[in-house]
């Protein structure tokens, strides 16, 4: 039910929100200087990387999220952050990376699209101070290791969702050791497919005190 929803919803989002739109034209322009993502996945922007970053609707409806601070760590080229506040503008969106140039074209985007539910550190995610509600990560790290990243700056009943691929159950055995010494555990694993001919099976790892 989950996934024909989120299929729908985002089907929906790319098809008339001018906004999206707007973001894929400047997204290639800055992609086009920058190298943010490969070349060859230019022409998948939509389906590896917009319709995946979005598919945190699956655990927003699920676990009734509407608003509150999130930490994407690891931005990199804004995936999850940038797309997440676009749908989510009563989400407060951080993106954090220790590339500038990347931050560089988070900030370029989030200017034209004027997304002032949007911000950016330039930092790495060990050497800052906060406390957010729910913490993102996509394509950075083994999970142990965004654990120990992610935990320290999560609220006690705040929420660490990590995006992985099918090699999710092997991620969470190795990183046992990390979960118990923050009294941590999984608390559910969120299954979807990204809609591409080749079959990509992707999960988010939701993880609580």
Known sequence: MFLTRLRESMDKVFMIRADFEEYKQIFLEENSKHNLISKNDEKF???????????????????????????????????????????FRDIKVTGIDSIRKKINSINTIKNRLNLTNLSTICARAETIQGSYDIIVSRAVAELGKLLEYALPLLKKDGYFVAYKSKKALEEIKSAEKILKKFHAKVIDIIDYTLPLEEVYERNLI???F
Not at 78 to 83: A, L, T
């Open 45 to 87: 922007l939509f389906e590896k990387h917009i319709y995946d970053s979005l598919a945190i609707k699956l655990f927003f409806e699920k676990y009734r999220i509407t608003k509150g601070e999130l930490l994407d760590i690891g931005c990199g080229g804004g995936f999850p952050s940038v797309p997440i506040a676009i749908e």
């Open 206 to 208: 939701v993880i609580g």
